[in-house]
């Protein structure tokens, strides 16, 4: 959309499930784009990376919304 200047992704890498410190329910959360051993999420890195590749077909498309 024409106020819209773009998107991101909450996290890069996922919590680590060994900290103690961390509130038990972010324990272990899949948030990032990769896990603990920087292993990217593959269907994830796909659909990102499709929509990337389209961002200016979307933007026609929203942009011509009622």
């Known amino acids: 959309m024409k ?6 992704w909450f996290r890069y890498m996922d919590n680590d499930p060994t900290d103690s410190t961390a509130d038990e329910s972010n324990n272990d959360s899949n ?3 990769v896990d603990n051993y920087y292993e990217y999420y593959q269907p994830l ?22």
């Open 45 to 66: 890195a796909h659909h990102m990376k499709k929509l990337n590749m389209n961002r200016y077909k979307v933007i026609r498309y929203f942009d011509h919304l009622p």
């Open 3 to 8: 106020n819209c200047v773009g998107w991101h």
């Open 31 to 33: 948030k990032g784009i």
